[in-house]
């Protein structure tokens, strides 16, 4: 292990202090603090020292102590292989289309964090801001007093928080910290109650609505998040065009399924219906397995060079057929930083691909003739799957549909899921989508939440020796089509 951590470091560029390297050592997995820690930073520091790690290995501490029950959900539908007639039916031609790409939000070339305490108190401020407009809106939360206010009250109270703490009492209630910028309060969820069923994750922002007994605990009644208020009908294209979406290509890797890659490579040029009506493909992140992602890794690729991996790549995507614009974000595999949001693949990068490929950040809302798109790579769904019970990596479309109702794409700070302390919280949903699309898990899956159409995008590499250790059992090479006139999304197997 000693030398894996000296290993891991030194691709980054720094040193590990001794102390530093004994204290991880004596941890039960040394290098997630590290990982946390170097994912944490703008700049790679010189050297890491024993402060930095300590620090780190807290945060992920408390962030792990955190457990709190779900009710489970139905199963995941899994459509058909075989794609329905009419969807092939109303099939039209995407070359009788130019494309019309835009970018709506991005974070790429607008990151302005170092790092700093008054960017992580500015970051959250922003976050809590936001996403209390959105909850002062609903009819529930009408009259919201700020905390200072709701404790001194003996009515019904509603008020907004920040969840700073969840945690169960040995009776199977559930205790909520809330914060705002007045005070902190405790609200207590009862068992027996139906608040028992709802997932509640630290960081999040949301309503209470519920009664302060004399002791200054609030009894809720029930809670409120910003949530996507009303099903709404599809806003689409008037033709028939898709939008197919790939993502986890892990190009390089020993497990890259080659000729699954092929076979999607020659239905798309061929002249199928289906294929032919593809406009768009939209890449989800980790396009390439990458360079030193994760302790020796070196063992398991096949191009051990990140530029012959991205060459390879721009190859793979020239092959797909002219009438396919194809928009690509990274992904926690790529030559990115890693803290989220995170930025466009790099220029020297860019260059290897042809012009009309696309590059945006991770997440970004895109609009595709007009349909707007929300894309992000899904790492959060770690934090997710390791802080919901009944949450599983076969079932993400149940971790975005969390998203959505609480408006944000990564709410668990101090996880797996490195975050930049970006002036403004671009994780925030600000905008509801027509469609939101993730990867990561390596899992495929399509369904609807209040008229949001959810993709999640399957991958192009076989289980892996981790994932077979994590017991994770990807399901490769399925490709999601959505109809951009109507939503209708299928799933095509390869
Ligand atoms: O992630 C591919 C899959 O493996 C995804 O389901 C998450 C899981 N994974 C990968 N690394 C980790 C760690 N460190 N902890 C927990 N789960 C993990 P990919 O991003 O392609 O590596
Ligand atoms: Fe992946
Ligand atoms: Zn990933």
């Known amino acids: 292990m000693r030398e894996q951590l000296l290993a891991f470091?030194?691709?980054?560029?720094?040193?590990?202090?001794?102390?530093?390297?004994?204290?991880?050592?004596?941890?039960?997995?040394?290098?997630?603090?590290?990982?946390?820690?170097?994912?944490?930073?703008?700049?790679?520091?010189?050297?890491?020292?024993?402060?930095?790690?300590?620090?780190?290995?807290?945060?992920?501490?408390?962030?792990a102590a955190q457990v709190?029950?779900?009710?489970?959900?139905?199963?995941?539908?899994?459509?058909?292989?075989?794609?329905?007639?009419?969807?092939?039916?109303?099939?039209?031609?995407?070359?009788?289309?130019?494309p019309e790409v835009e970018i709506l939000r991005d974070i790429t070339g607008r990151s302005t964090c170092e790092g700093t305490l008054e960017d992580f108190t500015r970051y959250f401020r922003h976050r809590f801001t936001t996403l209390s407009r959105m909850l002062r809106s609903r009819r529930e939360m009408g009259g919201a007093q700020e905390i200072a206010k709701a404790r001194r009250s003996t009515h019904e109270v509603r008020f907004i928080g920040i969840v700073a703490d969840v945690r169960t009492t040995k009776n199977g209630h559930r205790i909520l910290e809330l914060e705002d910028e007045t005070d902190r309060i405790s609200a207590l969820l009862l068992a027996d109650s139906p608040l028992a069923a709802e997932t509640v994750v630290s960081d999040e922002v949301l309503g209470v609505v519920g009664t302060v007994n004399d002791r200054g605990l609030v009894i809720a009644q029930s809670l409120v998040r910003p949530d996507i208020p009303v099903a709404r009908p599809f806003h689409g294209t008037s033709d028939h065009i898709r939008a197919a979406f790939v993502s986890d290509i892990h190009v390089g890797s020993n497990t890259f399924l080659d000729e699954k890659w092929s076979k999607l490579t020659a239905w798309m040029?061929?002249?199928?219906?289906?294929?032919?009506?593809?406009?768009?493909?939209?890449?989800?992140?980790?396009?390439?397995?990458?360079i030193g992602v994760y302790p020796r890794q070196d063992e398991e690729l096949a191009i051990d060079d990140i530029y012959e991996q991205y060459e390879d790549l721009a190859r793979k995507m020239a092959a797909l057929p002219d009438h396919v614009t194809v928009v690509m974000i990274p992904g926690n595999h790529d030559a990115v930083r890693p803290a989220e949001p995170q930025p466009a693949l790099p220029q020297p990068i860019q260059k290897l691909f042809d012009s009309n490929l696309i590059?945006?950040?991770?997440?970004?809302?895109?609009?595709?003739?007009?349909?707007?798109?929300?894309?992000?790579?899904g790492r959060s769904m770690d934090d997710f799957v390791s802080s919901i019970p009944g949450m599983n990596y076969h079932r993400p479309l149940d971790a975005m549909k969390e998203m959505l109702r609480m408006r944000h794409l990564a709410p668990i700070y101090g996880g797996k899921t490195p975050i930049a302390p970006e002036a403004e919280d671009h994780l925030i949903v600000q905008d509801v989508p027509d469609i939101f699309a993730t990867g990561h898990v390596h899992a495929v899956g399509v369904d609807t939440y209040r008229g949001v159409v959810l993709v999640n995008s399957s991958t192009w590499q076989a289980q892996t020796p981790y994932q077979k250790m994590r017991n994770i059992e990807p399901m490769p090479a399925r490709m999601p089509i959505v109809d951009l006139a109507t939503g209708q999304a299928v799933i095509k197997e390869f």
Do not use: C, I, W
Not at 68 to 97: C, G, I, Y
């Open 9 to 63: 470091v030194s691709k980054r560029g720094t040193l590990l202090e001794p102390e530093a390297v004994e204290y991880l050592l004596a941890q039960q997995d040394p290098m997630v603090p590290l990982e946390r820690f170097l994912s944490s930073r703008h700049d790679m520091p010189f050297v890491v020292t024993l402060h930095d790690v300590m620090q780190a290995v807290d945060l992920a501490r408390r962030a």
């Open 68 to 98: 709190r029950p779900v009710t489970p959900a139905a199963p995941l539908a899994v459509p058909a292989s075989v794609l329905p007639a009419s969807f092939r039916r109303l099939a039209e031609k995407a070359s009788d289309h130019s």
């Open 269 to 290: 040029g061929s002249d199928d219906e289906v294929a032919r009506s593809l406009r768009y493909l939209v890449v989800s992140g980790d396009v390439v397995d990458g």
């Open 359 to 377: 590059f945006a950040g991770n997440p970004s809302l895109v609009g595709l003739h007009g349909v707007k798109v929300l894309a992000y790579h």
